[in-house]
Protein backbone atom coordinates (compact mmCIF):
# COMPACT_ATOMS: atom_id res chain seq x y z
CA UNK A 1 0.00 0.00 0.00
CA UNK A 2 3.19 2.11 -0.81
CA UNK A 3 1.52 4.15 -3.16
CA UNK A 4 -1.41 4.84 -0.79
CA UNK A 5 0.51 6.20 2.13
CA UNK A 6 2.73 7.79 -0.50
CA UNK A 7 -0.59 9.32 -1.81
CA UNK A 8 -1.72 10.85 1.56
CA UNK A 9 1.38 12.44 2.15
CA UNK A 10 0.91 14.08 -1.26
CA UNK A 11 -1.78 15.56 -0.26
CA UNK A 12 -1.26 16.23 3.35
CA UNK A 13 1.59 18.29 2.09
CA UNK A 14 -0.31 20.27 -0.58
CA UNK A 15 -2.72 21.33 1.80
CA UNK A 16 0.10 22.41 3.87
CA UNK A 17 1.17 24.63 0.81
CA UNK A 18 4.42 22.68 -0.34
CA UNK A 19 3.85 21.28 -4.06
CA UNK A 20 4.31 17.89 -5.02
CA UNK A 21 4.54 15.27 -8.03
CA UNK A 22 4.40 11.77 -7.55
CA UNK A 23 6.48 9.60 -10.12
CA UNK A 24 5.02 5.89 -10.60
CA UNK A 25 4.16 3.15 -13.24
CA UNK A 26 0.96 2.65 -14.44
CA UNK A 27 -0.14 -0.83 -12.74
CA UNK A 28 -1.44 1.21 -9.48
CA UNK A 29 -2.86 4.55 -11.38
CA UNK A 30 -6.91 3.05 -10.93
CA UNK A 31 -6.18 2.82 -7.15
CA UNK A 32 -3.95 6.17 -7.02
CA UNK A 33 -6.05 8.42 -9.32
CA UNK A 34 -9.40 7.75 -7.06
CA UNK A 35 -7.32 9.25 -4.08
CA UNK A 36 -6.70 12.60 -6.19
CA UNK A 37 -3.22 13.22 -5.74
CA UNK A 38 -2.43 16.85 -6.61
CA UNK A 39 -0.28 15.87 -9.89
CA UNK A 40 1.27 12.38 -10.89
CA UNK A 41 3.60 11.67 -13.98
CA UNK A 42 2.73 7.80 -14.81
CA UNK A 43 5.10 6.11 -16.74
CA UNK A 44 4.51 2.44 -18.52
CA UNK A 45 7.48 0.92 -17.08
CA UNK A 46 7.42 -2.16 -15.38
CA UNK A 47 6.34 -2.03 -11.60
CA UNK A 48 9.66 -1.12 -9.29
CA UNK A 49 11.17 0.69 -12.09
CA UNK A 50 9.30 3.79 -12.27
CA UNK A 51 12.19 5.92 -13.40
CA UNK A 52 13.56 3.79 -16.04
CA UNK A 53 15.79 0.44 -16.64
CA UNK A 54 18.77 0.17 -14.50
CA UNK A 55 21.54 2.38 -15.90
CA UNK A 56 19.26 4.03 -18.58
CA UNK A 57 20.03 7.80 -17.46
CA UNK A 58 18.80 9.50 -20.62
CA UNK A 59 15.05 8.06 -19.39
CA UNK A 60 15.59 9.07 -15.70
CA UNK A 61 16.49 12.03 -16.56
CA UNK A 62 13.21 12.58 -19.55
CA UNK A 63 10.75 11.07 -16.63
CA UNK A 64 12.40 13.16 -13.81
CA UNK A 65 12.15 16.34 -16.12
CA UNK A 66 8.16 15.52 -17.06
CA UNK A 67 7.62 15.78 -13.39
CA UNK A 68 9.20 18.82 -12.85
CA UNK A 69 7.36 20.41 -15.83
CA UNK A 70 4.18 19.44 -14.40
CA UNK A 71 4.82 21.07 -11.37
CA UNK A 72 5.50 24.25 -13.73
CA UNK A 73 2.69 23.82 -15.84
CA UNK A 74 -0.26 22.25 -13.90
CA UNK A 75 -2.64 24.62 -13.37
CA UNK A 76 -5.80 22.40 -11.51
CA UNK A 77 -5.81 19.98 -9.15
CA UNK A 78 -5.44 16.12 -10.00
CA UNK A 79 -3.47 16.83 -12.74
CA UNK A 80 -2.00 13.13 -13.98
CA UNK A 81 0.26 13.10 -17.19
CA UNK A 82 0.41 9.71 -18.65
CA UNK A 83 4.28 9.53 -20.42
CA UNK A 84 3.90 7.13 -23.96
CA UNK A 85 7.21 5.66 -23.63
CA UNK A 86 6.91 2.09 -23.18
CA UNK A 87 9.98 0.36 -21.18
CA UNK A 88 13.01 -0.01 -22.24
CA UNK A 89 16.47 -1.91 -21.43
CA UNK A 90 19.05 0.22 -21.55
CA UNK A 91 21.41 -0.33 -24.07
CA UNK B 1 0.21 -12.08 -22.57
CA UNK B 2 -2.27 -10.42 -20.27
CA UNK B 3 -1.06 -7.91 -18.39
CA UNK B 4 -1.15 -8.37 -14.78
CA UNK B 5 -3.97 -6.97 -12.24
CA UNK B 6 -1.84 -5.79 -9.80
CA UNK B 7 -4.59 -4.19 -7.05
CA UNK B 8 -6.97 -7.62 -7.51
CA UNK B 9 -3.57 -10.03 -7.32
CA UNK B 10 -2.87 -7.88 -4.13
CA UNK B 11 -6.57 -7.98 -2.46
CA UNK B 12 -6.75 -12.10 -3.11
CA UNK B 13 -3.34 -12.60 -1.96
CA UNK B 14 -3.85 -10.27 1.58
CA UNK B 15 -7.17 -11.71 2.11
CA UNK B 16 -6.11 -15.36 1.07
CA UNK B 17 -3.72 -14.66 4.47
CA UNK B 18 -6.88 -13.94 6.22
CA UNK B 19 -7.21 -10.02 6.20
CA UNK B 20 -10.05 -7.82 5.89
CA UNK B 21 -10.52 -6.42 1.95
CA UNK B 22 -8.75 -3.36 2.23
CA UNK B 23 -10.66 0.10 2.09
CA UNK B 24 -9.38 1.98 -0.57
CA UNK B 25 -9.12 5.69 -0.44
CA UNK B 26 -11.41 7.64 -2.39
CA UNK B 27 -11.11 11.17 -2.41
CA UNK B 28 -13.39 13.41 -4.64
CA UNK B 29 -10.94 16.51 -4.53
CA UNK B 30 -7.38 17.26 -4.84
CA UNK B 31 -5.68 19.95 -2.86
CA UNK B 32 -3.06 22.02 -5.11
CA UNK B 33 -0.58 24.62 -4.03
CA UNK B 34 0.75 26.53 -7.47
CA UNK B 35 4.85 26.46 -7.61
CA UNK B 36 5.82 30.17 -6.49
CA UNK B 37 8.77 30.55 -8.07
CA UNK B 38 10.58 29.22 -11.08
CA UNK B 39 12.52 26.20 -10.71
CA UNK B 40 15.26 27.12 -11.07
CA UNK B 41 14.84 28.53 -7.89
CA UNK B 42 13.46 25.58 -6.01
CA UNK B 43 15.14 23.35 -3.59
CA UNK B 44 13.79 20.21 -4.42
CA UNK B 45 13.44 17.36 -1.78
CA UNK B 46 12.62 13.52 -2.47
CA UNK B 47 11.05 10.73 -0.99
CA UNK B 48 10.74 6.78 -2.00
CA UNK B 49 8.36 4.25 -0.04
CA UNK B 50 11.05 1.52 -2.13
CA UNK B 51 12.25 0.61 1.38
CA UNK B 52 16.04 1.88 0.57
CA UNK B 53 18.65 2.14 3.48
CA UNK B 54 22.03 3.48 3.65
CA UNK B 55 24.46 0.72 4.06
CA UNK B 56 25.12 2.66 7.70
CA UNK B 57 22.23 1.72 8.80
CA UNK B 58 19.73 -1.30 9.49
CA UNK B 59 17.99 -2.19 6.50
CA UNK B 60 14.43 -2.47 5.90
CA UNK B 61 12.41 -5.25 7.23
CA UNK B 62 10.50 -6.45 3.79
CA UNK B 63 8.02 -7.73 5.32
CA UNK B 64 7.09 -5.16 7.83
CA UNK B 65 4.02 -3.90 8.12
CA UNK B 66 2.73 -0.67 9.53
CA UNK B 67 6.55 0.61 9.51
CA UNK B 68 6.20 4.18 9.78
CA UNK B 69 10.00 4.41 9.85
CA UNK B 70 11.76 7.36 8.05
CA UNK B 71 15.09 7.47 7.15
CA UNK B 72 17.41 10.57 6.39
CA UNK B 73 19.14 10.10 2.72
CA UNK B 74 22.25 12.84 2.30
CA UNK B 75 21.75 14.52 -0.91
CA UNK B 76 24.73 13.67 -1.93
CA UNK B 77 25.44 9.62 -1.13
CA UNK B 78 26.79 7.48 -3.46
CA UNK B 79 24.23 5.08 -4.68
CA UNK B 80 26.20 2.18 -4.60
CA UNK B 81 26.07 2.53 -0.68
CA UNK B 82 22.19 1.51 -0.23
CA UNK B 83 20.78 -2.12 0.22
CA UNK B 84 16.88 -2.31 -0.46
CA UNK B 85 14.55 -4.50 1.09
CA UNK B 86 10.86 -4.80 0.08
CA UNK B 87 9.04 -7.85 -0.52
CA UNK B 88 6.51 -5.75 -1.98
CA UNK B 89 7.88 -5.30 -5.64
CA UNK B 90 10.48 -6.79 -7.59
CA UNK B 91 13.60 -4.87 -6.27
CA UNK B 92 16.62 -6.62 -8.61
CA UNK B 93 16.80 -3.55 -11.28
CA UNK B 94 16.74 -1.51 -8.57
CA UNK B 95 19.42 -2.70 -6.73
CA UNK B 96 21.51 -2.72 -9.77
CA UNK B 97 20.79 1.11 -10.51
CA UNK B 98 19.35 2.98 -7.15
CA UNK B 99 18.15 5.72 -9.69
CA UNK B 100 15.74 3.12 -11.16
CA UNK B 101 13.47 4.24 -7.97
CA UNK B 102 15.40 7.20 -6.14
CA UNK B 103 16.90 9.23 -8.93
CA UNK B 104 19.64 10.89 -7.08
CA UNK B 105 22.44 11.04 -9.24
CA UNK B 106 19.41 12.70 -11.98
CA UNK B 107 18.48 15.09 -9.60
CA UNK B 108 22.31 16.12 -8.48
CA UNK B 109 22.49 16.65 -13.32
CA UNK B 110 19.39 18.74 -12.79
CA UNK B 111 20.82 20.66 -10.49
CA UNK B 112 24.53 20.98 -11.86
CA UNK B 113 22.90 22.50 -14.67
CA UNK B 114 20.70 24.89 -13.06
CA UNK B 115 17.65 23.58 -14.30
CA UNK B 116 16.57 23.27 -10.30
CA UNK B 117 18.29 25.77 -7.96
CA UNK B 118 19.28 23.24 -5.72
CA UNK B 119 18.56 20.32 -3.84
CA UNK B 120 17.46 19.51 -0.11
CA UNK B 121 20.59 18.36 2.44
CA UNK B 122 18.01 15.58 2.92
CA UNK B 123 16.12 13.69 1.63
CA UNK B 124 14.09 10.59 2.48
CA UNK B 125 12.75 6.99 2.68
CA UNK B 126 10.13 5.55 4.45
CA UNK B 127 6.24 5.08 4.26
CA UNK B 128 7.05 1.45 2.69
CA UNK B 129 4.59 -0.85 1.77
CA UNK B 130 1.58 -2.46 3.75
CA UNK B 131 0.64 0.68 5.77
CA UNK B 132 -2.76 -0.29 6.75
CA UNK B 133 -2.77 2.76 9.76
CA UNK B 134 -4.04 5.55 7.94
CA UNK B 135 -4.39 8.32 10.80
CA UNK B 136 -1.11 7.30 11.95
CA UNK B 137 0.23 8.69 8.61
CA UNK B 138 -2.16 11.21 8.27
CA UNK B 139 -2.24 12.72 11.59
CA UNK B 140 1.65 11.59 12.96
CA UNK B 141 3.96 10.88 10.56
CA UNK B 142 3.50 12.96 7.43
CA UNK B 143 3.40 16.42 9.69
CA UNK B 144 6.28 15.63 11.33
CA UNK B 145 7.90 15.16 8.26
CA UNK B 146 6.74 18.49 6.97
CA UNK B 147 8.43 20.12 9.58
CA UNK B 148 11.50 19.27 8.47
CA UNK B 149 11.39 19.85 4.52
CA UNK B 150 10.73 23.26 6.15
CA UNK B 151 13.38 23.31 8.10
CA UNK B 152 15.23 22.28 5.21
CA UNK B 153 13.56 25.30 3.18
CA UNK B 154 12.00 22.89 0.54
CA UNK B 155 10.02 24.50 -2.22
CA UNK B 156 8.68 20.85 -3.43
CA UNK B 157 8.53 17.21 -2.97
CA UNK B 158 9.31 14.66 -5.70
CA UNK B 159 7.64 11.54 -4.45
CA UNK B 160 8.56 8.06 -5.87
CA UNK B 161 6.29 5.08 -4.96
CA UNK B 162 7.91 1.43 -5.63
Known sequence: MCHVSVGHVARIFEEAGLPTVIVMVRAFLPRVAAMKPPRVV???????????????????????HAALDLLVSARQNGSILELPEPYRAAT | MEPISYVKAINDYYQGLGYPPY???????????????????????????GG????????????????????????????????????????????KDLNVIFPIERLRELARDGVIGSIAPRLW????????????????????????????GVDLLVLVPA
Open chain 1, 42 to 64: VTRHIMGRPMGAPHDAERQRQVL
Open chain 2, 23 to 49: QWTVNTSAPFTPLSKPLHKCRISMLTS
Open chain 2, 125 to 152: SGFMGRIYNRSKVLEESAPALGRELLRD
Open chain 2, 52 to 95: ISHHTREPFNPTAKNDLRLDEVDFQASPSDFEINDSYYDTRDAR
